[in-house]
């Protein structure tokens, strides 16, 4: 099983300052067939489900504010709040979909200072 | 407006069984790729597992902890998924999503329903 790390487990920044996620994975989630990496991010609000961010690495899916952005290829992403809104507190997820079973790193709860 | 709506949870003593329920609409469910995904109260998400379409063979894929005790199902029919849940342990308590899954992306969730294994 390809196993996803996050770090940190929790930070806290100040309104419109920058907030970073990094994720790695075991192994790389890289398709060579495309050249697309399978890995996909999630926020979690208190009693939510998650939603979806963004996919394939770096593409937002529709409707997420792009203040959201997401980078990194093979084993190594990063998940980038340019300039965060009181509206971004809450826990955000990676998760690879290069193959079964899919799983997502442990989480990292982002607070505002 | 694509929605997913699960249901069935609640209570069940540790070695018993349950089945859940999760009703698609707005969307053409039989070609949907589908998956459950569960969140144990104060943790992290985990992969249970996910039936493909009929039209791609309808086949299942399952997380190890779950492999043999849990079986996803489909009706296109009723526009229904189904996890049907047996030999449940302590473990297993969560809350249980029922998601869409688009070219691998596990793209909309549903609000959840609560398993809790407990004597």
């Known amino acids: 099983d390809i196993v996803m790390t996050q770090s940190p487990d929790s930070l806290a920044v100040s309104l419109g300052e920058r907030a970073t996620i990094n994720c790695k994975s075991s192994q790389t989630v890289l398709y060579s067939s495309n050249d697309k990496n399978s890995l996909a991010w999630y926020q979690q609000k208190p009693g939510q489900p998650p939603k979806l961010l963004i996919y394939?690495?770096?593409t937002r899916e529709s409707g997420v504010p792009d203040r959201f952005s997401g980078s990194g290829s093979g084993t190594d992403f990063t998940l980038t709040i340019s300039s965060l809104q009181a509206e971004d507190a809450a826990v955000y997820y990676c998760?690879?979909?290069?193959?079964?079973?899919?799983?997502f790193g442990q989480g990292t709860k982002l607070e505002i200072k | 407006e694509v929605q997913l709506v699960e249901s069935g949870g609640g209570l069940v003593k540790p070695g018993g069984s349950l089945r859940l329920s999760c009703a698609a609409s707005g969307f053409s469910f039989s070609y949907a790729w589908m998956n459950w995904v569960r969140q144990a109260s104060g943790k992290g998400l985990e992969w249970v597992g996910r039936?493909?379409?009929?039209?791609?063979?309808?086949?299942?894929d399952y997380a190890a902890p779950v492999k043999g005790r849990f079986t996803i199902s489909r009706d296109d029919s009723k526009n229904m998924l189904y996890l049907q849940m047996n030999s449940l342990k302590t473990e297993d308590t969560a809350v249980y999503y029922c998601?869409?899954?688009?070219?691998?992306?596990?793209?909309?969730w549903g609000l959840g329903t609560l398993v809790t294994v407990s004597s």
């Open positions: 394939w690495a770096s």
């Open positions: 039936i493909k379409s009929k039209t791609d063979g309808g086949t299942t």
């Open positions: 998760q690879q979909y290069y193959s079964c079973p899919y799983t």
């Open positions: 998601t869409t899954e688009e070219q691998q992306i596990i793209d909309l």
